[in-house]
């Protein structure tokens, strides 16, 4: 086994684990189809900006997972138009929107999509 595929092993192992540091997700097809996964997810609603230190509105929202969790589910590959469930630390679901092609890293085997909110999860006045 060569070294990048000890360190998909190892990624699958540590990210994938949600007994670890893994978010559980699930990634939904158009169609309804839906893949569980388990990997990195961050939804920061305060973003600094870096060249003055202030904060300003805004909101990224991304998750990574390993991609032999899905491969092994599916051949099928994320796309705008997909939804991710995750549950928010109260245990409340949230639905949100794939807004930009994923991005791979085929050395290590980590895919990262951007995600955008669910209407519902916005407030109104």
């Given at each position: 086994m060569g070294i990048r595929e000890q360190?998909?092993?190892?990624?699958?192992?540590?990210l994938g684990n949600p007994d670890g540091p893994g978010t559980p997700f699930i990634i939904v097809t158009p169609e309804g189809g839906e893949f569980p996964v388990c990997g990195t997810f961050g939804d920061i609603s305060l973003l600094i900006d870096p060249s003055t230190g202030a904060a300003i509105q805004g909101r990224t929202i991304n998750a990574a997972y390993p991609m032999a969790?899905?491969?092994a589910?599916?051949?099928?590959?994320?796309?705008?138009?997909?939804?991710?469930?995750v549950k928010d630390l109260s245990g409340a679901e949230r639905t949100l929107f794939i807004v930009d092609p994923p991005d791979h890293d085929y050395t290590i085997g980590l895919t990262r999509i951007k995600l955008?909110?669910?209407?519902s999860d916005k407030k109104t006045t």
């Open positions: 360190a998909q092993g190892d990624l699958v192992n540590i969790l899905l491969k589910k599916t051949e099928r590959i994320p796309e705008k138009k997909w939804k991710v469930k955008g909110a669910n209407l």
